[in-house]
């Protein structure tokens, strides 16, 4: 199923649609938590592809047995557009049916204040590292994010971030979760590479660099992957072959046809895609980016390159696939959704315990 599909039904998106199939954890003796999840990420049918870590983390939760309902808007950078949600938002914020409101990306923080149920918010990247130009250089608007993001962290109940990164953009008094995003090992195909490929229509000899990001996200920096892959071929032939616009199944299969993985982002969080490829047995040649070197480090045939040249990256590229043995061992235990669904829930009750219901509503 292509993840955007089970996301487009509504802008308001409730537990009942996945919860009442997905039971919950057998061992859970308290009240299941009601969280409103207010996010301007959502994937829709103009952007279906977009987060999909956010979708996975709702799913992930309800999984898990919490309640969860979803609010989603889309600023597009128009005051307008948030005041039309803050107040779309102030009629869900009701302690009667919500423990509390988890805000996801800076931008959705904006919006449950003044506040009648405690806030955990949380910040992926793009929002509280500021949005940038391909040459590092903050966008207009990018320093207001910054700041709004450190604003929300220092009145939130709750913050997460994905990587340590991130820290030194949070006040000095705020002590987040460092929760890095999850993958579903349950999904993670077991089908040989041979047999990926046959299925793919792939041909069994060509050396394939997997490109799974949108080629059209400046951020990306699909042009310097094409650069990186360009010189290689003066020395050993290889073809890029890009991922994006495919099912989140058929990407998985790919990262079993593949023989490598590129990640070549000016800015990340906590790249999915990385975790995934691990767990596919996949090497990974990236440049530094977000938590990538904590997830590949030590990781015996993935490569961290000491810089974002191309010349960096294609010998990098190069020594991985003369090698062309997958990865052995597992590497993504501490990752699984089930262990960091139940962080997260844990985080959520520690926030509760700490902020008494009647200050919240005073």
């Given at each position: 199923m ?11 998106v ?7 199939s997905?039971?919950a954890h ?5 009240r299941?938590l ?5 996010t ?11 987060s ?5 983390q709702?799913?992930?939760l ?9 609010f ?7 005051p ?13 914020l ?7 409101v ?15 149920l405690?806030?955990v918010a949380?910040?992926w ?6 949005d ?6 903050m966008?207009?608007?990018g320093?207001?994010l910054?700041?709004?993001?450190w ?7 709750g913050?997460?971030i994905?990587s340590?990164?991130?820290r ?11 929760l890095p995003?999850a993958?579903d ?14 299925s793919?229509?792939l ?34 032939p ?6 994006w ?5 058929e ?15 000016l ?5 999915t895609?990385v ?12 440049v530094?980016v977000?938590?990538?070197?904590e997830?590949i480090?030590?990781v015996e ?6 810089d ?7 010998a990098a590229?190069e020594r ?5 043995q997958?990865?052995?061992?597992n590497?993504v235990?501490?990752?699984d959704h089930?262990?960091?669904a ?8 520690s926030v ?9 509503n005073?």
């Amino acid at each position: 199923m292509v993840r955007s599909q089970r996301v487009w039904a509504a802008r308001f998106v409730t537990s009942s649609e996945l919860h009442a199939s997905v039971p919950a954890h057998p061992e859970r003796t308290e009240r299941p938590l009601r969280i409103l999840y207010v996010t301007s990420e959502w994937p829709d049918e103009e952007f279906p592809y977009t987060s999909p870590f956010i979708t996975d983390q709702v799913e992930f939760l309800r999984r898990a047995g919490v309640e969860v309902d979803v609010f989603a808007f889309r600023g597009r950078r128009n005051p307008l557009n948030y005041l039309k949600a803050w107040m779309q938002v102030r009629h869900r914020l009701d302690p009667s049916r919500y423990d509390l409101v988890h805000t996801s990306h800076g931008q959705a923080g904006l919006l449950p204040w003044p506040r009648r149920l405690p806030v955990v918010a949380t910040f992926w990247g793009s929002d509280i590292l500021g949005d940038r130009y391909p040459d590092g250089r903050m966008r207009p608007g990018g320093r207001f994010l910054q700041r709004a993001c450190w604003l929300i962290a220092l009145v939130a109940d709750g913050v997460i971030i994905v990587s340590n990164a991130m820290r030194q953009h949070l006040p000095a008094s705020v002590e987040p979760l460092l929760l890095p995003t999850a993958v579903d090992l349950d999904s993670v195909p077991t089908i040989s590479p041979q047999a990926a490929r046959r299925s793919l229509g792939l041909p069994k000899d060509e050396r394939l660099v997997l490109f799974a990001g949108n080629p059209e996200t400046i951020e990306k920096r699909y042009d310097l992957a094409s650069a990186a892959v360009e010189i290689l071929n003066e020395r050993l032939p290889a073809r890029l072959f890009l991922g994006w616009g495919r099912s989140h199944q058929e990407i998985l299969v790919l990262m079993r046809a593949c023989d490598v993985l590129l990640v070549s982002s000016l800015q990340e969080g906590s790249p999915t895609i990385v975790k995934e490829a691990l767990a596919c047995k996949l090497p990974v040649v990236s440049v530094p980016v977000g938590d990538v070197d904590e997830q590949i480090g030590g990781v015996e045939g993935c490569e961290l390159c000491g810089d974002d040249r191309p010349e960096t990256i294609a010998a990098a590229l190069e020594r991985v696939l003369r090698r062309r043995q997958r990865l052995t061992g597992n590497h993504v235990a501490h990752v699984d959704h089930k262990v960091l669904a139940d962080r997260l829930i844990a985080f959520y009750r520690s926030v509760l315990d700490e902020v008494p219901r009647d200050v919240v509503n005073g």
